[in-house]
């Protein structure tokens, strides 16, 4: 099973013992060293130290909610996260310099976060082929035939 990017934005994030919301989701971040989610920034906090969840403190994506550990240990600094860099509408580049249209989604396991597929404009990119996302572009690695 995967999540959608556009399906994530907009859940309410919630703690797994207490059932405290802590937001909703506004953005995912991604490294593109690890080809998958870092980070989710949150919208409608509480309390400014939950503007950003670490994705190691989240359980799982559902359809409904996104599930992190307890209040506690789900509390991150902002300023502890890396720079977000929106990937949704970015400019796709290969690493051979051609276009490859633009992202319009991204597939990702809901569990793992790990990258599955980027939705672009000139069709699906499996995760691995995620080399980098800058403000420029998002950069993948190109198909090079046998």
Do not use: C, N
């Not at 797994?16 to 909703?24: D, F, N, Q, R, S």
């Amino acid at each position: 099973m995967v999540i959608l990017f556009s399906q994530a934005r907009g859940l309410p994030v919630v703690t797994a013992g207490e059932a405290a919301e802590l937001g909703t989701v506004d953005a995912l971040t991604i490294d593109a060293s690890t080809q998958s989610i870092s980070h989710i920034r949150l919208s409608g906090t509480r309390a400014r130290s939950h503007a950003v969840l670490a994705w190691d403190l989240v359980r799982t994506v559902g359809q409904d909610a996104v599930i992190a550990h307890s209040a506690p240990a789900a509390e991150t600094s902002p300023t502890a996260a890396p720079a977000h860099r929106e990937a949704l509408g970015s400019r796709v580049l290969t690493d051979l310099g051609d276009e490859h249209g633009s992202v319009k989604d991204i597939a990702f396991d809901p569990t793992t976060g790990h990258i599955d597929t980027l939705h672009t404009t000139r069709g699906p990119v499996p995760g691995p082929h995620l080399i980098g996302l800058g403000d420029y572009a998002l950069v993948v690695r190109a198909h090079r035939p046998l």
